[in-house]
């Protein structure tokens, strides 16, 4: 599997600005199978208030951003997911989306809300799916999710072979705790940021990719923009044996864990 990831710096409220910016990324990827574009790739990040978001998520372009990458997923026989500003009647949501050529969606809310979002967005609230991309399952995360285990556990029991991690990191935390992640759930991890800054708030960049040993195979540097390419192979997540005595999850005593609903 050859996934493309879109490292660039989305314009704060410009919509129409980031759709075209997107949309000649997207033209650039050339035989690839999945397309990884940053957490609100489409609207920027740093709102000046709930109003300010609100706003931005009823402009034309933002509200037709979805139909905008079905159309190009379809055209070009390719899988896309991208972190938008989603709103829903008065609502917003921190949300990614799974785009499949036959027009099929998917869809995630952030859970787990980073500062100043919780004024903004709704916690995420359809628990954590996965979508069928070929033989393989993949499953959503969003930026600052990654701090939190039980979430990565849960996937990777439901069955999950890559997770796909659109984000706007402006912390060094994720590149440490994502390796781990992946080393401990026996699967991928495609963590695609954004560069550049907005306010005060400075954005990482170093998109990667890890594999399921918690080898970074593939990265970018802190300040590039453009699209970074690597070959996978989710087969690779389906052997969760770590020694030869050793599975990930045969070796998992819940028995002993009973304590933690306690807490």
Request: aromatic share 10%; glycine share 8%.
């Amino acid at each position: 599997m050859r996934v493309a990831q879109i490292q660039f710096e989305p314009k704060l409220g410009d919509c129409s600005y980031n759709l075209k910016r997107i949309i000649n990324f997207l033209s650039q990827c050339k035989d690839v199978d999945l397309i990884v574009l940053p957490e609100l790739a489409n609207s920027g990040y740093l709102f000046d208030g709930r109003d300010h978001a609100l706003e931005v998520a009823n402009q034309l372009s933002c509200l037709n951003y979805l139909d905008s990458l079905a159309e190009f997923s379809s055209a070009n026989d390719v899988f896309i997911v991208s972190g938008y500003l989603e709103k829903v009647d008065d609502k917003l949501y921190n949300s990614s989306v799974f785009i499949s050529p036959d027009g099929s969606r998917g869809n995630y809310r952030k859970i787990h809300l980073f500062m100043d979002e919780k004024k903004i967005f709704e916690p995420g609230n359809l628990g954590l799916p996965l979508f069928n991309i070929g033989n393989y399952k993949l499953g959503m995360l969003i930026c600052f999710d990654y701090l939190f285990p039980e979430i990565w556990r849960i996937m990777a029991l439901k069955g999950a072979d890559l997770i796909v991690h659109p984000s706007n990191l402006i912390t060094q935390n994720a590149y440490i705790v994502v390796p781990a992640q992946a080393l401990m759930n026996g699967y991928y991890v495609i963590t695609s940021n954004r560069i550049g800054r907005e306010g005060e708030i400075i954005f990482c960049g170093k998109s990667l990719v890890v594999d399921p040993r918690g080898n970074i195979v593939n990265t970018l540097g802190a300040l590039d923009e453009g699209i970074l390419y690597t070959d996978i192979d989710p087969k690779l997540s389906q052997n969760k044996m770590i020694t030869s005595g050793n599975h990930i999850f045969h070796d998992r005593r819940p028995k002993e864990y009973m304590d933690l609903y306690d807490l």
